[in-house]
């Protein structure tokens, strides 16, 4: 399994996790961004800047992602494009996306996408907490145990 980051909107809190897993479990990660950033210095990260442009980095990562690979993303149509070629993916806020949740999460997506572009204003998420880097590395740090072993 690789892990692969969806960098350009990594919270800087996460970092610090993703990076001590990697380093435990030995764990080989591509991160893929537009711009330069950093989880930490290792030989198991392979850091892939692509050019700027709307889902350069999203087409990267479903270009080089295989089964059972495993993404950190906050994008749920790039969740939804790489759990279609058999990978898994998490948010930022430690939901699991998989084949039996990723639909649902799309349309609610898509549906507030659509509120928005009718003119209404709607609220945006709630900002990002140390509850949410609780939730991540419960979730992060379960699901590798239960798929490196």
């Not at 380093?23 to 930490?40: A, C, D, F, P, Q």
């Not at 003119?119 to 900002?127: F, L, R």
């Amino acid at each position: 399994m690789t892990l692969f980051i969806d960098g350009d909107a990594l919270p800087n809190l996460l970092k610090p996790i993703i990076f001590r897993s990697i380093e435990r479990l030995n764990l080989h990660t591509t991160v893929i961004s537009n711009k330069k950033i950093s989880i930490g210095k290792s030989p198991l990260i392979l850091y892939i800047i692509v050019k700027q442009g709307i889902d350069e980095a999203d087409n990267h990562i479903v270009h080089l992602v295989q089964k059972n690979d495993f993404i950190v993303t906050s994008d749920i149509p790039l969740a939804d494009r790489v759990i279609s070629k058999g990978a898994y993916a998490i948010d930022h806020r430690g939901t699991l996306y998989n084949k039996e949740n990723i639909k649902s999460h799309l349309a609610i997506r898509n549906l507030m996408q659509e509120i928005r572009n009718s003119g209404e204003k709607t609220k945006g998420p709630t900002p990002f907490s140390k509850k949410d880097v609780h939730c991540f590395a419960t979730y992060f740090n379960n699901f590798l145990a239960k798929k490196m072993n």
